[in-house]
Protein backbone atom coordinates (compact mmCIF):
# COMPACT_ATOMS: atom_id res chain seq x y z
CA UNK A 1 0.00 0.00 0.00
CA UNK A 2 2.46 2.05 0.66
CA UNK A 3 4.55 1.43 -2.52
CA UNK A 4 1.21 2.14 -4.71
CA UNK A 5 0.65 5.74 -2.60
CA UNK A 6 4.23 6.39 -3.33
CA UNK A 7 3.59 5.88 -6.70
CA UNK A 8 1.08 7.59 -7.07
CA UNK A 9 2.62 10.89 -5.57
CA UNK A 10 5.69 10.37 -8.13
CA UNK A 11 3.41 10.45 -11.04
CA UNK A 12 1.38 13.69 -9.15
CA UNK A 13 4.41 15.48 -9.23
CA UNK A 14 5.23 14.70 -12.52
CA UNK A 15 2.10 15.77 -13.94
CA UNK A 16 1.84 18.79 -11.90
CA UNK A 17 5.47 19.96 -13.82
CA UNK A 18 4.22 18.82 -17.01
CA UNK A 19 1.11 20.71 -16.84
CA UNK A 20 2.80 24.01 -15.24
CA UNK A 21 5.26 24.14 -17.85
CA UNK A 22 2.85 23.34 -21.00
CA UNK A 23 -0.01 25.46 -19.68
CA UNK A 24 1.61 27.52 -17.45
CA UNK A 25 -1.30 30.64 -17.88
CA UNK A 26 -3.97 28.09 -15.83
CA UNK A 27 -1.73 28.57 -12.81
CA UNK A 28 -1.89 32.08 -12.88
CA UNK A 29 -5.09 33.17 -10.21
CA UNK A 30 -2.57 30.63 -8.15
CA UNK A 31 0.83 33.22 -8.14
CA UNK A 32 -1.10 36.55 -8.62
CA UNK A 33 -1.05 37.22 -5.28
CA UNK A 34 2.75 37.24 -4.90
CA UNK A 35 3.44 39.22 -8.04
CA UNK A 36 3.43 43.24 -7.50
CA UNK A 37 0.39 45.10 -8.53
CA UNK A 38 0.02 45.39 -12.59
CA UNK A 39 2.84 42.71 -13.02
CA UNK A 40 2.94 39.60 -14.68
CA UNK A 41 2.22 36.29 -12.76
CA UNK A 42 3.60 34.24 -15.04
CA UNK A 43 7.38 34.74 -16.42
CA UNK A 44 6.80 35.92 -20.37
CA UNK A 45 10.31 36.89 -21.18
CA UNK A 46 10.86 33.20 -22.56
CA UNK A 47 9.22 29.98 -22.57
CA UNK A 48 9.35 27.95 -19.31
CA UNK A 49 9.80 24.88 -20.94
CA UNK A 50 12.47 25.99 -23.25
CA UNK A 51 14.06 27.39 -20.06
CA UNK A 52 13.46 24.45 -17.86
CA UNK A 53 15.00 21.87 -21.57
CA UNK A 54 18.20 24.16 -21.64
CA UNK A 55 18.67 23.48 -17.78
CA UNK A 56 18.53 19.92 -17.87
CA UNK A 57 20.37 19.91 -20.84
CA UNK A 58 23.83 21.83 -19.01
CA UNK A 59 22.81 19.49 -16.10
CA UNK A 60 23.13 16.27 -18.37
CA UNK A 61 25.84 17.73 -20.48
CA UNK A 62 28.13 18.19 -17.17
CA UNK A 63 27.14 14.83 -15.40
CA UNK A 64 27.98 13.25 -18.00
CA UNK A 65 31.58 13.73 -18.65
CA UNK A 66 32.22 13.90 -14.94
CA UNK A 67 30.59 10.31 -14.41
CA UNK A 68 33.24 8.50 -17.05
CA UNK A 69 36.01 10.44 -15.80
CA UNK A 70 35.26 9.47 -12.42
CA UNK A 71 34.94 6.12 -13.21
CA UNK A 72 37.95 5.71 -14.86
CA UNK A 73 39.51 6.92 -12.35
CA UNK A 74 37.71 4.81 -9.54
CA UNK A 75 38.44 1.97 -11.67
CA UNK A 76 42.18 2.91 -12.03
CA UNK A 77 42.94 3.04 -8.26
CA UNK A 78 40.86 0.02 -7.52
CA UNK A 79 43.32 -2.19 -9.36
CA UNK A 80 47.12 -3.23 -7.54
CA UNK A 81 48.49 -1.25 -10.80
CA UNK A 82 47.07 2.23 -10.31
CA UNK A 83 46.77 2.02 -6.42
CA UNK A 84 49.72 4.71 -5.78
CA UNK A 85 47.99 7.23 -8.16
CA UNK A 86 45.13 7.50 -5.64
CA UNK A 87 46.18 10.54 -3.69
CA UNK A 88 46.42 12.22 -7.08
CA UNK A 89 43.29 11.11 -8.06
CA UNK A 90 41.14 12.20 -5.07
CA UNK A 91 43.29 16.22 -5.49
CA UNK A 92 41.86 16.33 -9.43
CA UNK A 93 38.12 15.38 -8.52
CA UNK A 94 38.36 17.77 -4.98
CA UNK A 95 39.48 20.75 -7.13
CA UNK A 96 35.94 21.34 -7.38
CA UNK A 97 34.78 21.41 -4.05
CA UNK A 98 37.83 24.11 -3.30
CA UNK A 99 36.22 27.22 -4.89
CA UNK A 100 32.27 28.06 -4.67
CA UNK A 101 30.79 27.94 -7.89
CA UNK A 102 30.24 31.97 -7.78
CA UNK A 103 34.04 32.03 -7.87
CA UNK A 104 34.40 29.22 -10.61
CA UNK A 105 32.08 31.05 -12.65
CA UNK A 106 34.28 34.37 -12.50
CA UNK A 107 37.39 32.67 -13.65
CA UNK A 108 35.84 30.84 -16.06
CA UNK A 109 34.08 33.69 -17.57
CA UNK A 110 37.37 35.53 -19.22
CA UNK A 111 38.79 32.07 -20.45
CA UNK A 112 35.39 30.73 -22.63
CA UNK A 113 33.42 33.76 -22.23
CA UNK A 114 29.58 34.39 -21.16
CA UNK A 115 26.80 31.71 -21.59
CA UNK A 116 26.78 28.45 -21.11
CA UNK A 117 30.42 27.17 -21.01
CA UNK A 118 30.84 28.94 -17.58
CA UNK A 119 28.44 26.99 -16.17
CA UNK A 120 29.35 23.39 -17.48
CA UNK A 121 32.43 23.92 -15.96
CA UNK A 122 31.52 24.69 -12.84
CA UNK A 123 28.76 21.68 -12.56
CA UNK A 124 31.71 19.63 -14.21
CA UNK A 125 34.17 20.29 -11.65
CA UNK A 126 31.19 19.90 -8.84
CA UNK A 127 30.00 16.23 -9.66
CA UNK A 128 33.37 14.87 -9.96
CA UNK A 129 33.63 14.20 -6.19
CA UNK A 130 30.36 12.36 -4.99
CA UNK A 131 30.93 10.40 -7.95
CA UNK A 132 34.35 9.71 -7.93
CA UNK A 133 33.94 8.37 -3.67
CA UNK A 134 30.64 6.42 -4.15
CA UNK A 135 32.30 4.40 -7.57
CA UNK A 136 35.78 4.36 -5.24
CA UNK A 137 33.55 2.84 -2.33
CA UNK A 138 31.14 0.22 -4.34
CA UNK A 139 34.55 -1.39 -6.34
CA UNK A 140 37.05 -1.41 -3.15
CA UNK A 141 33.96 -2.89 -1.21
CA UNK A 142 33.54 -6.35 -2.66
CA UNK A 143 33.18 -9.27 -0.69
CA UNK A 144 36.76 -10.90 -0.54
CA UNK A 145 34.93 -14.38 -1.40
CA UNK A 146 33.49 -12.65 -4.06
CA UNK A 147 36.70 -11.65 -5.65
CA UNK A 148 38.35 -15.24 -5.27
CA UNK A 149 34.89 -17.07 -6.49
CA UNK A 150 35.73 -15.01 -9.92
CA UNK A 151 39.66 -15.92 -9.50
CA UNK A 152 38.93 -19.42 -8.99
CA UNK A 153 36.34 -19.65 -12.16
CA UNK A 154 39.41 -18.25 -14.86
CA UNK A 155 37.93 -15.21 -15.39
CA UNK A 156 40.53 -12.54 -16.20
CA UNK A 157 40.83 -8.99 -14.88
CA UNK A 158 38.77 -7.70 -17.17
CA UNK A 159 35.82 -10.49 -17.18
CA UNK A 160 35.79 -10.03 -13.04
CA UNK A 161 35.23 -6.44 -13.56
CA UNK A 162 32.65 -5.97 -16.33
CA UNK A 163 30.78 -9.36 -15.29
CA UNK A 164 31.29 -8.91 -11.87
CA UNK A 165 32.67 -5.97 -10.32
CA UNK A 166 30.67 -3.24 -11.93
CA UNK A 167 27.34 -4.78 -11.10
CA UNK A 168 27.38 -5.15 -7.76
CA UNK A 169 28.73 -1.77 -6.99
CA UNK A 170 26.07 0.10 -9.34
CA UNK A 171 23.58 0.67 -6.43
CA UNK A 172 26.19 2.78 -4.39
CA UNK A 173 27.60 4.59 -7.49
CA UNK A 174 23.94 5.26 -8.69
CA UNK A 175 23.65 7.12 -5.46
CA UNK A 176 26.90 8.90 -5.94
CA UNK A 177 25.35 10.35 -9.64
CA UNK A 178 22.06 11.18 -7.78
CA UNK A 179 24.54 13.28 -5.43
CA UNK A 180 25.91 14.87 -8.20
CA UNK A 181 22.68 15.39 -10.11
CA UNK A 182 20.77 17.36 -7.38
CA UNK A 183 23.90 19.71 -6.72
CA UNK A 184 24.06 20.00 -10.76
CA UNK A 185 20.38 20.86 -10.73
CA UNK A 186 20.78 23.56 -7.97
CA UNK A 187 23.94 24.96 -8.89
CA UNK A 188 22.78 25.38 -12.37
CA UNK A 189 20.36 28.12 -11.34
CA UNK A 190 23.36 30.57 -11.06
CA UNK A 191 24.44 29.91 -14.37
CA UNK A 192 22.03 32.47 -15.21
CA UNK A 193 24.34 35.16 -13.85
CA UNK A 194 26.55 34.53 -16.62
CA UNK A 195 24.06 34.22 -19.35
CA UNK A 196 23.05 30.66 -19.39
CA UNK A 197 19.58 29.69 -20.40
CA UNK A 198 17.88 28.13 -17.44
CA UNK A 199 15.58 28.10 -14.12
CA UNK A 200 17.89 30.86 -13.03
CA UNK A 201 16.96 33.22 -15.15
CA UNK A 202 13.25 32.95 -13.93
CA UNK A 203 14.42 33.46 -10.42
CA UNK A 204 16.81 36.44 -11.34
CA UNK A 205 14.28 38.12 -13.25
CA UNK A 206 12.04 37.68 -9.88
CA UNK A 207 14.51 38.97 -7.79
CA UNK A 208 15.45 42.13 -9.73
CA UNK A 209 11.77 43.37 -9.71
CA UNK A 210 10.87 41.94 -6.85
CA UNK A 211 8.22 39.97 -8.50
CA UNK A 212 8.18 36.85 -5.64
CA UNK A 213 5.97 35.25 -8.13
CA UNK A 214 8.69 34.76 -10.62
CA UNK A 215 10.85 33.26 -8.06
CA UNK A 216 8.32 30.66 -6.74
CA UNK A 217 8.29 29.78 -10.29
CA UNK A 218 11.89 29.31 -10.98
CA UNK A 219 12.76 27.96 -7.26
CA UNK A 220 9.36 25.44 -6.91
CA UNK A 221 10.40 23.59 -10.46
CA UNK A 222 14.55 23.41 -10.01
CA UNK A 223 13.02 21.74 -6.81
CA UNK A 224 10.57 19.41 -7.65
CA UNK A 225 13.11 18.57 -10.98
CA UNK A 226 15.36 17.31 -8.15
CA UNK A 227 12.78 15.58 -6.35
CA UNK A 228 11.97 13.54 -9.55
CA UNK A 229 15.27 12.94 -10.88
CA UNK A 230 16.59 12.23 -7.55
CA UNK A 231 13.69 9.74 -6.88
CA UNK A 232 13.91 8.29 -10.06
CA UNK A 233 17.57 7.29 -10.10
CA UNK A 234 16.32 5.97 -5.99
CA UNK A 235 14.07 3.47 -7.75
CA UNK A 236 16.72 2.51 -10.86
CA UNK A 237 19.51 1.85 -7.16
CA UNK A 238 17.23 -0.39 -6.15
CA UNK A 239 16.36 -2.28 -9.10
CA UNK A 240 19.93 -2.55 -9.49
CA UNK A 241 20.92 -3.74 -5.81
CA UNK A 242 18.04 -6.81 -6.19
CA UNK A 243 19.26 -7.54 -9.45
CA UNK A 244 22.81 -7.69 -8.11
Not at 147 to 155: K, T, V, W
Not at 191 to 204: C, F, N, R, Y
Request: overall charge positive; glycine content about 10%; charged content about 10%.
Amino acid sequence: MRRLAGLFLRLGLLALVLAFLLAPSAFRPLLEPFAPEGAPAIYDRASLLSLTVSHLLIVIAAIVPAILISLGLAILVSRPVGAEFLPLSRAIVNIGQTFPPVAVLALAVPVVGFGTWPTLIALFLYGLLPIFENALAGLTGLRPSVAEAARGSGMTGTQRLVQVELPLALPVMIEGVRISLVIALSTATIGSTVAAKGLGEVIIAGLNSSNLAFVLQGGLLTGALAVILYDGLGQVARLADRRG
